[in-house]
């Protein structure tokens, strides 16, 4: 499928005679898996809040980043449905952390045209956090550069169960039929149907799993893992990442997709 607004090069063009990267094969989309922020502040022997916060940081340097190259989506893992299992302080921390973010960071978000989408189920969030991310999404809804995308109380397999219940909600009432159903049917149902798929998945802190993550999006994205902890997530490092996809691309000689398989 085509997605027409995501094809605009304009920003690449503009930005192309910079050396450290070939702004011709920017991924259009990348989610990233921002672990390792409890382990940077226990090597500090500080508490693990601090490395929540320290990630929040890493998180506006690295949004500006990908503005700046021209990136269309990024999609961060900011809470999934199992982060409720931690202790009840750490999670207020964290449910605290969007409308930190926001506070400090939305006029620069405005000025640079960037739009804040979530996907997830918000309805559960703490009230504070659903104003703010409903302020934010509102605000910038008109914005047409960068989606910045929080996955917040996200889990892929809940996702895949709720697009199946509607599926079969809107055959039961003749809205669709089962032969018509089609791998882009599931497409339209999950909460990505907006988006173009990922084109490069990143985790950070050495673990190397998807930990229910967009199991069905990340069908042909390419996988990045380092060792660098989220809190030490740095510009030169997601360029690292950006050119390793971009080899990689250049050897698949322009295949594409299920042609690669
Ligand atoms: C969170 C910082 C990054 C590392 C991962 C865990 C902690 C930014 C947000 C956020 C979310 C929505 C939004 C604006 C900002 C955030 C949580 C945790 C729950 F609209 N960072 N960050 N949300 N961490």
Redesign the pocket.
Known sequence: MVFKQFMNKSKQEKKSTESDANFEMIPSHIAII?DG?GRWAKKRAMPRIVG??E??K??RKIARVADDLGVKVLT????STE?WKRPKTEVNY??S??EK??NE?LPEIMERNIR?Q?IGEKEVLPEN?KR??NK??EQTKHNTGLI?N?A?NYGSRAEIVSAIKQIVKDAQEGKVTIDSINEDTINQYLMTSHLPEPDLLIRTSGEVRLSNFLLWQLAYTEFWFTDTL?PDFSEETFKEAIRDYQKRNRRYGGLKGEEMN
Do not use: D, R
């Open positions: 921002m922020n929540h916060h990630g929040m890493t998180v961060l893992y900011a809470f982060n964290l449910m952390l969007p973010f926001l960071f804040i979530m956090t703010a991310l934010a999404m910045l929080f917040m989220w």
